[in-house]
């Protein structure tokens, strides 16, 4: 991930690091750089307009022109500014103090909610200590349930029994039960998702949402979506309030734009990274780690 958009700003500054004195059409070209970078790096074009805008309005307010070395403060500044747009801080989970915690699943068909689900269960039982229990809502898909079940299983994570016919509000209030009378830290629902986004898909989860209240709902989206993560993002954004994002498949080739994008166009942080398809494949997103592997 991000690989590309490092070689190519890494020589865009090795250009500007060279040269001691810059014009303000350096400053511009170095831009045109950075906009070129980030939109091939399937960074959504409103988004990149911002960043290239927040960028040469820091750049001007601290006179890098005038500056003793204009190159590293321009790479300062993009640096600075990526970390900032992609978040600041490494933001965790959401626990309550009043268990269960509620964690409700979003996403896409195939975006790796249900793998994501069974890898947050098995970090919050093991590094965590947590007493978790997960439930598949996904009464569409054929086997859905059954998947979570083994991937349960292999975890060593507590999922709800299944009942046939059962549909996704009462499995939900069924975990929720469960995880209050049985003394549950945590209770993961993973929901059903769709090849797209849907008004039938929104309108099942939503429904969802109002007889859980869910403390963190999570969207899951895959880092080589490129610029559909945006819509993405913002269609369940907009119809279900999301309060976080966990990026799938970072260990693939995916450009690192899809990871900028949704943070800038939800504003909720992203706090997690799916890197792989083995249960302990999960780690921390950290926008500092991730801007410098951007920037070299
Ligand atoms: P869902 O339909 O959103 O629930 O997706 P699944 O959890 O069933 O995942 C779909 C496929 O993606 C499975 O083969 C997973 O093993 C795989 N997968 C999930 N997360 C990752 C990841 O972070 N990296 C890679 N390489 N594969 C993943």
Same mark, same amino acid.
């Given at each position: 991930?991000?690989? =590309?958009?490092?070689?190519?700003?890494?020589?865009?500054?090795?250009?500007?690091?060279?040269?001691?004195?810059l =014009?303000?059409?350096?400053?511009?070209?170095?831009?045109?750089?950075?906009?070129?970078?980030?939109?091939?790096?399937?960074?959504?074009?409103?988004?990149?307009? +911002?960043?290239?805008e927040?960028?040469r309005?820091?750049?001007?307010?601290?006179?890098?022109?005038?500056?003793?070395?204009? $190159?590293?403060?321009?790479?300062? @500044?993009?640096? %600075?500014?990526?970390?900032?747009?992609?978040?600041?801080?490494? =933001?965790?989970?959401?626990? #309550? #103090?009043?268990?269960? #915690?509620?964690? *409700? !699943?979003?996403?896409?068909?195939?975006?790796?909610?249900?793998?994501?689900?069974?890898? @947050?269960?098995?970090?919050?039982? $093991?590094?965590?200590?947590?007493?978790?229990?997960?439930?598949?809502? +996904?009464?569409?898909?054929? &086997?859905?349930?059954?998947?979570?079940?083994?991937?349960?299983?292999?975890?060593?994570? /507590? #999922?709800?029994? @299944?009942?046939?016919?059962?549909?996704?509000?009462?499995?939900?209030?069924?975990?929720?039960? =469960?995880?209050?009378?049985?003394?549950?830290?945590?209770v *993961?629902?993973?929901?059903?998702?769709?090849?797209a986004?849907?008004?039938?898909? !929104?309108?099942?989860?939503?429904?969802?949402?109002d007889?859980?209240?869910?403390?963190?709902?999570?969207?899951?989206? %895959?880092? !080589?979506?490129?610029?559909?993560?945006?819509?993405?993002?913002?269609?369940?954004?907009?119809?279900? $309030?999301?309060?976080?994002?966990?990026?799938?498949?970072?260990?693939?080739? &995916?450009? $690192?734009?899809?990871?900028?994008? !949704?943070?800038?166009?939800?504003?909720?942080?992203? /706090?997690?990274?799916?890197?792989?398809? /083995?249960?302990?494949?999960?780690?921390?997103?950290?926008?500092?780690?991730? &801007?410098?592997?951007?920037?070299?």
């Amino acid at each position: 991930m991000f690989e =590309s958009l490092q070689e190519r700003l890494g020589d865009v500054f090795d250009k500007l690091r060279r040269r001691g004195a810059l =014009s303000e059409e350096d400053v511009s070209a170095a831009l045109r750089e950075v906009r070129i970078a980030l939109l091939e790096a399937d960074v959504a074009l409103p988004v990149v307009k +911002d960043f290239v805008e927040g960028v040469r309005e820091k750049a001007i307010g601290q006179e890098v022109l005038r500056s003793v070395t204009p $190159g590293q403060m321009v790479i300062k @500044i993009v640096n %600075d500014h990526l970390v900032e747009t992609l978040g600041s801080e490494h =933001s965790a989970l959401n626990l #309550t #103090t009043t268990p269960p #915690t509620v964690i *409700m !699943m979003v996403g896409l068909q195939g975006s790796g909610k249900t793998t994501s689900c069974a890898k @947050i269960a098995m970090r919050l039982t $093991g590094k965590e200590k947590q007493k978790v229990l997960m439930a598949s809502l +996904d009464v569409r898909r054929p &086997a859905a349930q059954e998947q979570l079940r083994v991937l349960g299983e292999q975890a060593l994570v /507590k #999922t709800l029994n @299944i009942v046939p016919g059962e549909q996704p509000v009462a499995i939900a209030k069924r975990a929720l039960q =469960s995880g209050a009378l049985e003394g549950y830290d945590v209770v *993961m629902l993973d929901t059903a998702g769709r090849l797209a986004i849907d008004e039938e898909l !929104m309108a099942e989860v939503a429904a969802v949402r109002d007889a859980t209240k869910p403390h963190e709902t999570l969207l899951v989206a %895959d880092a !080589m979506t490129g610029q559909d993560a945006v819509n993405v993002a913002s269609a369940f954004q907009e119809k279900l $309030g999301i309060t976080g994002i966990m990026l799938t498949r970072v260990d693939g080739d &995916a450009r $690192g734009g899809a990871a900028l994008s !949704m943070r800038a166009v939800t504003g909720c942080p992203i /706090k997690l990274l799916g890197s792989g398809e /083995k249960l302990d494949a999960l780690e921390d997103f950290h926008p500092d780690r991730i &801007a410098s592997r951007i920037l070299g």
